[in-house]
């Protein structure tokens, strides 16, 4: 079975947005290398390094299923109905009547984060479920669901935005470190959940 995992670009400051939602300074490491590499089914196409490349491939083959927030799927204007990991499980208190229907590649969950994880699991199959926000990864630490933690490391403080880790509680989180890449404009961080 496939492993439920977090994978995010984030400020050295623990932004993974600034305000207004703005992506931009830690999303530049994506357009900053010699590697031409294809996301969305070719609809988009990024310009890595060769390190940050490997990692992409490695993510595109081993991810089977999403699951993001419902002010993330608004945010993305529902990925022009391309999530970045179909299908995509979109944890939310009212589903986009849009997008409910037969061949959408969203389910809307209604009944909360363990039903979320589970549903995305069995689409899955063998493959890892992506999570895609920051307010979906903290439910899925406070409630054991988490399995790893990757942190695409951009080299800038943001300052003010929206931050990965908070909301958890008073009680330590065990992390064990998998992986530090070092990229240009980037480094790859992975760790292990300690359960």
Avoid at 2 to 19: C, E, H, N, Y
Avoid at 86 to 115: K, M, Y
């Amino acid at each position: 079975m496939g492993k439920v995992i977090t994978s995010i670009s984030m400020s050295l400051d623990g932004f993974i947005a600034g305000p207004q939602d703005d992506v931009q300074q830690l999303f530049k490491w994506y357009f900053a290398g010699t590697e031409t590499f294809a996301v969305q089914g070719g609809r988009m196409t990024l310009m890595v390094s060769p390190e940050s490349a490997k990692l992409l491939a490695e993510s595109l083959e081993t991810t089977g299923a999403m699951v993001a927030g419902r002010r993330m799927f608004d945010l993305a204007g529902a990925w022009g109905g391309n999530p970045p990991f179909a299908p995509c499980f979109v944890l939310t208190h009212n589903p986009s009547q849009e997008w409910v229907r037969e061949g959408s590649p969203f389910t809307f969950v209604t009944d909360g984060i363990e039903s979320a994880i589970a549903q995305a699991k069995a689409a899955a199959g063998d493959k890892n479920v992506a999570i895609a926000t920051a307010t979906t990864t903290q439910q899925c630490l406070k409630a054991g669901l988490l399995d790893e933690i990757h942190i695409d490391l951009v080299p800038v403080l943001l300052g003010d935005g929206v931050r990965l880790f908070e909301h958890l509680g008073n009680s330590a989180i065990e992390l064990e470190q998998i992986r530090a890449i070092e990229a240009p404009g980037v480094t790859h961080l992975g760790f292990r959940v300690v359960k």
